[in-house]
């Protein structure tokens, strides 16, 4: 029986090509997952308030297995990055940083948090979740 990981993905609803290309990777990679995201028709991302939705992404980062962010510099500007990656630190949750194809430069809040980092290569990143998640 494979193990099932529980991945929280961080990211910005502008960005979801490469959120659902992040996710066809691992899953044609063999790796068998849950997100642990919060979902962008999730009702507490459409009607509740910042404050309920920062309470469902500390629960969902809690359940998680690790973080996977962007390592782009331009994929950190998000308010909500910063919160994500202390709630990791604070339940002891990996971070696994992910740098873009299109991207050569990693924020600092990424690099001085990030348990790795890796480049975007589908087998780079199924062996990287499966070593730390």
């Known amino acids: 029986m494979s193990k099932k990981y529980k991945i ?3 990211h910005s609803w502008t960005d979801g090509d490469i959120y659902d ?10 790796i068998e ?6 979902a962008e028709e999730d009702p507490v991302h459409v009607n509740g308030t910042e404050k309920e939705l920062a309470s469902a992404i500390e629960k969902k980062i809690k359940e998680s297995s690790c973080l996977v962010i962007m390592a782009g510099k331009y994929f950190t500007y998000s308010k909500w990055i910063n919160k994500e990656i202390e709630l990791a630190k604070v339940y002891k949750k990996p971070i696994i940083a992910i ?6 430069q990693t924020s600092t ?3 001085d948090n ?5 480049h ?3 087998g780079l990143i199924a062996n990287t979740i499966r070593k730390w998640g």
Do not use: C, H
């Open 21 to 30: 290309g992040l996710e066809e990777i691992i899953k044609n990679e063999g």
């Open 109 to 111: 809040i990424v690099q």
């Open 120 to 122: 975007w290569q589908a």
């Open 114 to 118: 990030s348990d790795e980092i890796i």
């Open 33 to 38: 997952f849950q997100k642990y995201s919060i």
């Open 8 to 10: 929280f993905m961080s």
């Open 99 to 104: 740098r873009p194809w299109t991207s050569s």
